[in-house]
């Protein structure tokens, strides 16, 4: 009976430890901002639902859109692997924002009531480490 018990309470332990090691998205809220002078677009994601701005003042209304089942396994995947405390160190690959040449984008998450923040990159050309990730977010923004 000891040994049931104990076979029993490894398997429950192992269980809990391994998934306490992958970022939940449903739980998370993930911002993707770029601009210029004179474009501005956000793209928030949160709970299976994304919304797009285009107006950098906030005065529109954006309409949130359900995100399909087969995108929405495809962002877990990518936001499962992603290390959060790792996105403030990131380095962009190229750097047009600084003449003009790429819209300054960034990328903000917010998980477990703490506030994860990359450093600003061009907008189409992110830190591979998130490279997926936010290729996928800009996605939703193609299909508006």
């Given amino acids: 009976m ?5 076979i029993l309470l490894s398997v429950f332990l192992s269980k809990s430890c391994t ?8 739980t998370a809220v993930l911002e993707y901002t770029a601009n210029t002078r004179g474009f501005y677009q956000k793209i928030t994601i949160e709970n299976q639902m994304v919304t797009i701005s285009k107006d950098r003042s906030g005065n529109d209304k954006p309409v949130a859109t359900k995100i399909s089942e087969k995108d929405w396994k495809e962002l877990v995947g990518y ?10 160190t990131l380095k962009a690959p190229t750097e047009k924002r600084f003449h003009d040449g790429a819209a300054i984008a960034n990328l903000k998450v917010v998980y477990k009531d703490k506030t994860y923040e990359t450093e600003a990159f061009d907008h189409g050309v ?12 800009n996605t939703f923004a193609k299909k508006e």
Avoid at 2 to 6: A, D, I, N, Q, Y
Avoid at 79 to 88: H, R, T, V
Avoid at 126 to 137: N, S
């Fill in 126 to 137: 992110p830190p591979t480490e998130i490279k997926k990730l936010v290729d996928k977010i």
């Fill in 19 to 26: 998934s306490q090691t992958k970022n939940d998205l449903k």
């Fill in 79 to 88: 936001f499962e692997s992603l290390n959060l405390d790792s996105l403030a």
């Fill in 2 to 6: 000891k040994l049931f018990t104990m």
